[in-house]
């Protein structure tokens, strides 16, 4: 069959999903809307580059 199949374990799935809920939440407390764009762009960033492995 194809190529190895890599995935994440429960524990480092949290982990992950824990990044993104901060990443949120930071975003959220800015007061200013080009302070929050800009973590939400960032946190974007990496969510894309996280899925082209």
Same mark, same amino acid.
Do not use: H, P
């Given at each position: 069959?194809?190529? =190895? ?5 429960? +524990? /480092?799935? $949290?982990?992950? +999903? %824990? /990044?993104i809920?901060?990443?949120?939440? #930071?975003? %959220?407390?800015?007061? =200013? $809307? ?5 973590? &939400?762009d960032? +946190? +974007? %960033?990496?969510?894309? #580059?996280? &899925?082209?492995?």
């Amino acid at each position: 069959m194809g190529g =190895e199949v890599t995935g994440m374990t429960d +524990l /480092q799935f $949290k982990s992950w +999903l %824990k /990044q993104i809920i901060r990443g949120i939440e #930071e975003a %959220k407390e800015e007061k =200013e $809307k080009e302070a929050t764009y800009k973590k &939400l762009d960032a +946190l +974007l %960033k990496d969510l894309k #580059e996280d &899925l082209q492995g």
